[in-house]
């Protein structure tokens, strides 16, 4: 069965609110959240790829983790919070849509209800990879690790763009973090929690 795909137009009456989803789990809903308060601050005209990098780095130890010991996660974190003063004004006039990553079904921008401020098409197809990884898993919610594999996944994305000129290997990071939701995925099973885990 195919996931769900927040379809979306300009003008629908309709919107599907991710904050709410109970495809994702507590973490991911707030690294959403997060996300959503940081355009809204920043008066950005859309919630991004990059919001949701940072509202991650910021929220998820497991994600945090998966920059390793180094400086890697300080690095990242300085040049996202330059944002608003810097690199990130010419993006305010431009729509992040790489379509480099197919999704199924129409790619568009989710709508937030509270505000007129919407979800990018990448950020958009970014949450949607998410909850199909963690559904390939055995799992039923999208973890954080899920959210940030998929943004790597898009190397066209902004999150991705940050990434490279702080100096990160986005194949890197991204092997460590699949490695995490590996581990993550194996202690849950082993609880006896009920989690369905993929037979090999």
Known sequence: MQPRIPQQSADSGGAVRPESDDRLRAEVISVVAGARRRA??????QIDTAHLLHSLLES???????FGEGPQTVRVLGYLVQRSIGYG????????????VPVVGAATAVRDTSRDIRW???AAAALER???RARRRGEHRARGLDLF???LADRECRAVEVLLHSGVEPAEVGARAAAG?????????????GTAWPTP
């Open 60 to 66: 998820d130890p497991a994600v945090r983790t998966a």
């Open 120 to 122: 990018s098409p990448s």
């Open 40 to 45: 809204m601050r920043d008066g950005d005209r």
């Open 89 to 100: 004004l010419q993006w305010q006039s431009s729509v992040e849509d790489s379509g480099a």
């Open 130 to 132: 998410a909850v199909a």
């Open 149 to 151: 594999v998929a943004l």
């Open 181 to 193: 939701l590996a581990d993550a995925g194996r202690e849950e099973w082993g609880s006896g929690d």
